[in-house]
């Protein structure tokens, strides 16, 4: 029988990995573009097949991960996902780069709908460990920002990819031999506590739809496009690609320790009262964000990033809490098929505003799209609160 804690600990270190993996090209365009001849608004849309792959692929990795073994699933995203980022660092054309960002974002769709479906079946409580699991995933985020950036400028952009490649696939083979595939159906689900009435499901489908398609497709164009605007926007403080990295990282930081003061919220409050405050955030600091540079533009940036990785820490809460064991994984896969879509999407949209009005543009579009996060948060209905135990065996509503 598998130690809880030491399973939540390589889902939290695979939260990382999938982030990271998927911002290391965001990072590293910046310098690539040079390398390879290229503009920025011309490369960045390389990376849409991956980003796109990223959502749709989870629809299939849920199916497995419920159908097959989430365990085995996880030990081909380390595997897959290494191998991936070492092959970017071979690449020679457009073309092959283009091929092996997909293959990132295909072995990244698994950890999604599986990670997080076995971060509910292994916790004591949701929340805490969805905090948890939420700042490994924005630590992710930061350190591809800051070590693609120091990498890039020491070694090259192409060790950027190569050496956490080498690195995960290490990490897999640890998981290989510590891990077994375990069953856990029809076992006790501490982590769920909270049902809505039958009636009143539709409201929770209804507002998980709206904001994950707000929230995700924002937060993706703002990690994908934060290090390019820092290096517009902070040429007075510096042009240095490793201190820019420093400074997204530490924007990035307050976003991991807002997830995890969120999943303690949870923990002791409804969705609905965390979720309706934490709405408010987004639309204004994005807004206020395309006017700024130096420092009120990283003060304003540590507001945004504590609001979309807030939500985000809300949004897998809903399902963990809404879910049996049986159905987790699938019902994931739908959230996080719809969110990385919209997520995908993001990308292009991302270069196209930038080429429209640059990113003044680009922040007015995502700030007005999150004003629906707020119509969200006020659809969704009062929790019934029950007992963890008589959960274990009862259906989904």
Same mark, same amino acid.
């Given at each position: 029988? #598998? ?8 889902? #939290? ?18 310098? !690539?573009?040079?390398? $390879?001849? !290229? ?6 849309? &390389? ?90 995933? #924005? ?6 920002? $800051? ?6 400028? &020491? ?34 689900? *501490? ?28 937060? #993706? ?12 926007? $902070? ?45 408010? !955030? ?34 897998? *809460?809903?399902?963990?809490? &809404? ?75």
């Amino acid at each position: 029988m #598998n130690s809880p804690s030491r399973v939540i600990s390589f889902v #939290n270190a695979a939260h990382f990995i999938d982030h990271y993996s998927m911002l290391i090209f965001a990072a590293a365009v910046i310098v !690539m573009g040079p390398a $390879l001849g !290229m503009a920025y608004a011309e490369l960045l849309p &390389y990376a849409t097949p991956g980003f796109v792959a990223f959502g749709a692929g989870s629809l299939l990795t849920g199916w497995l991960g419920d159908r097959w073994s989430r365990r085995h699933m996880m030990l081909i995203f380390f595997l897959g996902i290494g191998a991936s980022m070492v092959s970017v660092g071979f690449v020679q054309t457009p073309a092959q780069l283009g091929a092996a960002l997909l293959a990132i974002g295909i072995f990244a769709s698994i950890y999604h709908p599986v990670g997080t479906a076995m971060i509910v079946s292994y916790a004591e409580k949701l929340g805490r460990e969805m905090g948890l699991n939420g700042v490994w995933g #924005n630590l992710g985020v930061a350190s591809s920002a $800051l070590v693609t950036g120091v990498i890039g400028q &020491y070694l090259g952009w192409r060790y950027a990819f190569i050496v956490p490649g080498v690195v995960t696939m290490l990490i897999g083979v640890v998981f290989a031999l510590s891990v077994v595939h375990e069953d856990r159906k029809g076992s006790k689900q *501490a982590a769920a506590q909270a049902r809505v009435a039958k009636q009143d499901m539709w409201r929770v489908i209804l507002s998980l739809l709206i904001v994950v398609i707000a929230i995700s497709t924002t937060f #993706n164009a703002v990690t994908v496009a934060l290090p390019k605007l820092f290096a517009e926007r $902070l040429a007075d403080l510096t042009s240095s690609p490793a201190l820019l990295g420093v400074i997204a990282a530490c924007v990035y930081v307050f976003g991991a320790m807002t997830q995890y003061t969120i999943g303690r919220l949870l923990d002791h409050y409804s969705l609905k009262t965390v979720a309706l405050p934490l709405s408010f !955030m987004l639309a204004p600091f994005l807004y206020l964000a395309a006017s700024l540079q130096n420092l009120p533009l990283i003060l304003v940036s540590i507001g945004i990033v504590m609001g979309a990785f807030g939500q985000v820490t809300v949004n897998d *809460a809903m399902v963990g809490k &809404y879910t049996t064991e049986e159905w987790r994984s699938r019902a994931y896969a739908v959230r996080y098929f719809v969110g990385f879509t919209a997520a995908g999407a993001s990308v292009g949209l991302v270069a196209w505003l930038y080429e429209q009005g640059g990113f003044v543009t680009m922040l007015h579009a995502f700030a007005a799209l999150c004003l629906l996060a707020i119509a969200a948060a006020i659809i969704l209905p009062r929790e019934i609160r029950t007992p963890a135990a008589s959960l274990a065996a009862s259906p989904a509503e």
